[in-house]
Every structure is written in C-alpha cells, then in structure tokens.
C-alpha cells in the first residue's frame, strides 16, 4: 500500500491506470464508468495527478493537469496525444520508461471547488492546477516548461495559427482537442473554426463551451462544444440566440439553427434534428468546401 494520504486529503480519489492495451496506451477506469460519472469525473471541472508507483517504495508525482471537461474526456485526449501530438509523444516518452522500470502508472482526480463570482458559478480548475504544480512541483510539469521541444497540437502552415485562441474561453479546452486530434483533423477543425471566426453573422456573439446538449444531430449528442450565442447574465445562453456549436469531443464537428438551413439543401447531406431545430452536415469536408450550399449564415 503506497502512501498518497497528501494528496487524498486534499480530496484525490485513484480512478484510473494507464495501461498498454491493443497495442496503445489507454487510461482504464479502475471505479465503474456510473460511480465515475456520479462523481462529476465525467463532466465536472476537475484537476488530476498522475502518480507512478514502484513496489516497495514511497509513491512519486509525476503531472498535475486540469480538465475543463470532465477527467475522462482529458484522458482520451491525452490517448490521442501520444500519438498525435509532440507533446503527447514526449510525455508517453517518459511514462513509458516509467512503467518498463517497474512502476505502475495511476490517475488521482479530483473535483475543482466553485465559487460565486459577480452572481455567476466560477469553477476554480485552471486556479487549483496553478496551486497545486507550485505545491507538488511535478517533474514532468517542469520538464514540460523548460524543454526546447514545442505542442505541435496546430500544425505548421495551418490558418489558424493566425487566430490567438487565448481569446477564446476555456481556450485549454480548445487547444487539449486539437492536441488530441490527427493531423488531418488538425486541420479540419483549424479551417471550421476560421470560417466561424471569419463570418458576420459571430462577430457581436460572445463563445463559451458548454457540455450536455441533448437531442443534437448525428454524432453531436451530449457532446462539450465550443458555443457562439448571445448568453444572458446567468451566463446562459438566449433563446434563439445561438449560431454555431463545434465539436469538442472525438470527431471534428459542426452544429448550425435549422432556421439557417439553405432552402436548396439536399437533406440527404445533413442529420436534422426538428424537435431542437438543429441541423450537422454529415461531411464537414464538403461543407467547408460550399458553406452557403449548406447554410444561409454570412
């Protein structure tokens, strides 16, 4: 039994353990995906910690992150990052040398506090991660802050790489899905998300990721996605009031208002949902190649 009453007093549940399955590296759940998801792992702010273990020895911090959108979606895209991403590699790097020395590779994830900040929920995960790398002083963090070695998670030559995403909320979301993306999806998403930021039709809207839309099209269901809307002061957003939602989970993705379907559209092209007037063109290729076959929206 290892010693982690530090960090499970500072309210750190063991949840996952990096495994190599299949031949990749996945982060396998080590409590049931209902206790998870009742937790708030799933789709709560969170900060988590990995921690490697070696038998007979005292257990050693590796990482502290933060996941805007639940600790099970971080880790998936931490899985697509040992692939995709310069980073990603450079972490597997060195938890792989880790784990072929004999130790175990965990995840302790905690629930980030919420405060209430100007009458609006404010969720303190970006400010715990801060705190808690000052405190722990994880190596792999301060290996990461130091190297040479760059997040390739936008690829050289992309458009987007004119656009600062710090302006974006929550843009570690943002940056965390492309980290996780192939590079053809990079770009993909790259390109959506410039035609988004280019129209007139966003440019007085304010953006927020929100998770949990139920009733979207396709594969949009319950997804966290990046949302241009007019939010109310509670931070919701206005009935009628949203343009555009894109995809930040598994598949690059665009969800647009059935009022601004072109009426030429074949529908055979896009997944339309009547009871949410919602609609998603089924290939984001084509649609990015002709948007206003797709929509009315300039």
Not at 89 to 105: A, D, Q, W
């Amino acid at each position: 039994m290892k010693n982690w009453s530090a960090i499970t007093k500072l309210g750190f549940i063991k949840t996952h353990e990096l495994k190599l399955q299949n031949g990749r590296f996945k982060f396998l759940p080590l409590i049931p995906h209902e206790e998870l998801d009742s937790l708030g792992f799933k789709n709560k702010s969170c900060v988590y910690i990995w921690g490697a273990e070696r038998e007979n020895q005292a257990g050693e911090i590796v990482y502290v992150g933060k996941a805007g959108g639940g600790v099970a979606t971080r880790l998936t895209q931490h899985e697509g990052g040992f692939v995709n991403s310069g980073t990603g590699k450079k972490n597997l790097e060195e938890l792989s040398k880790l784990m072929e020395s004999g130790c175990r590779i965990y995840v302790f994830s905690r629930v980030a506090e919420i405060i209430k900040l100007f009458d609006v929920d404010v969720s303190l995960y970006s400010t715990e991660e801060e705190a808690l790398i000052e405190r722990l002083s994880p190596w792999l963090n301060r290996a990461r802050n130091t190297s040479n070695y760059k997040n390739s998670a936008i690829p050289l030559g992309v458009k987007v790489q004119e656009i600062s995403l710090d302006y974006l909320p929550h843009h570690d979301e943002v940056e965390a899905f492309l980290d996780s993306l192939a590079i053809e999806d990079k770009e993909l998403f790259s390109r959506l998300l410039t035609w988004v930021l280019d129209l007139n039709a966003t440019k007085h809207l304010s953006q927020k990721v929100i998770g949990g839309y139920t009733g979207q099209p396709l594969k949009m269901n319950g997804k966290r996605m990046l949302t241009f809307a007019e939010f109310g002061e509670k931070g919701r957003a206005l009935p009628n009031a949203w343009r555009i939602r894109l995809s930040l989970e598994d598949n690059v993705g665009v969800v647009l208002p059935l009022d601004f379907k072109s009426p030429t559209l074949e529908e055979d092209l896009v997944d339309i949902k009547y009871n949410t007037k919602a609609f998603s063109p089924k290939n984001v290729r084509d649609f990015l190649a002709d948007p206003q076959k797709y929509t009315t929206l300039i």
